[in-house]
C-alpha cells in the first residue's frame, strides 16, 4: 500500500491512477489529472521548497516518493493536519 505524508492510504499502485486518486481526495480538486499535478507541485514548492516534476504522472508520483510525500516502507504518520506539504524525512541508514 502508499500512503501518503498525511496519513491517507491509496488503493491506486499505477501513476496515472494515484495521481487521479490525490486529485479526487484533495481539498481543492482540479478539472484534470494535469492541473491538478500543477496546481499541487506548486504549492510544494512554496512550502517545502520541494521541485516536482510535473511532466508525466511516472514522474511526479516518483518525484513524491524521492522527497518523502508518498511512502510504502512504513507506517504514515500520525497526527498531521491533511493537506500538511512538508517532507517526511528519510529514515537514516
Not at 491506486?12 to 495521481?19: F, K, L, Q, R
Not at 497526527?79 to 512538508?86: A, N, S
Request: hydrophobic share 30%; no cysteine.
Amino acid at each position: 500500500m502508499i500512503h501518503t505524508n498525511d496519513g491517507q492510504t491509496l488503493r491506486s499502485t499505477a501513476p496515472d491512477d494515484i495521481v487521479a486518486e490525490l486529485n479526487d481526495s484533495s481539498f481543492s480538486p482540479e478539472p484534470t489529472p494535469a492541473k491538478f499535478m500543477t496546481a499541487s507541485a506548486d504549492r510544494i514548492l512554496q512550502f517545502s521548497g520541494a521541485k516536482i516534476r510535473t511532466d508525466s504522472a511516472a514522474n511526479y508520483v516518483a518525484d513524491l516518493f524521492s522527497f518523502g510525500f508518498l511512502s510504502t516502507d512504513e507506517e504514515p504518520e500520525k497526527g498531521r493536519p491533511r493537506g500538511h506539504l512538508r517532507p517526511r524525512p528519510k529514515a537514516q541508514q
